[in-house]
């Protein structure tokens, strides 16, 4: 009789949890960025991300999403410099990374949700462009970077339908960027506003 009882509850909770949780769905996003690189003469510069993602719920409250994105970041250099007989203005750092975020989402709402998770970042190029006594030059400078970066974000997002959401997130970088930084660290910050769509 109770392994009778026991099973029928167990039936009773595996259909609940199967009745109250949808399975994963996949989608689109896309935004902008603004970033910046911490430890460093620097302010903030406008990029943009996209990619896709697989949101698969673990209960009513809770799901987990996992996100594949490009993501244009870095930072412009604050101010102007003199070298001997050169004037350089404009001087700015170009990224583009490939990032893994993995959010865990807590839902306060059926439409408003709350995020936190770790973000995985391999970085595919990196440029840095200047003028020089008002000429515009650009040169790749990945080499100067570490390949892989590793950050925490916190974000918020509100569905306005079950398809169409809107996502604000902060990515702090933990990582240091530079691979000869000479005592200074320079972390990726990096805020990000953008659409969604799952279908």
């Not at 993501?71 to 001997?84: L, N």
């Not at 750092?93 to 936190?116: C, D, R, S």
Request: glycine letters at 12%.
């Amino acid at each position: 009789m109770k392994k009778q009882l026991l099973s029928l509850f167990i039936v009773i909770g595996i259909m609940a949890f199967a009745q109250s949780t949808d399975g994963p769905r996949f989608g689109i996003k896309a935004g902008g960025n603004l970033s910046s690189i911490s430890g460093s003469d620097s302010k903030s510069k406008i990029g943009f991300y996209a990619g896709a993602f697989v949101n698969v719920p673990i209960s009513d409250a809770f799901s987990i999403q996992p996100e594949v994105l490009y993501s244009q970041q870095g930072a412009k250099v604050k101010g102007d410099y003199e070298m001997a007989t050169y004037t350089i203005k404009n001087m700015q750092q170009n990224f583009g990374y490939m990032n893994v975020p993995i959010m865990l989402q807590y839902n306060a709402t059926p439409e408003f949700y709350l995020e936190a998770g770790p973000e995985f970042g391999f970085l595919i190029n990196a440029q840095a462009k200047g003028d020089i006594n008002g000429q515009t030059y650009k040169g790749n400078n990945k080499d100067s970077f570490r390949t892989f970066n590793f950050g925490m974000g916190l974000g918020i997002g509100y569905k306005f339908s079950p398809n169409i959401g809107i996502n604000a997130r902060y990515i702090a970088g933990l990582t240091d960027t530079v691979k000869f930084g000479l005592g200074e660290t320079s972390k990726n910050t990096n805020f990000q506003l953008g659409m969604n769509y799952s279908f």
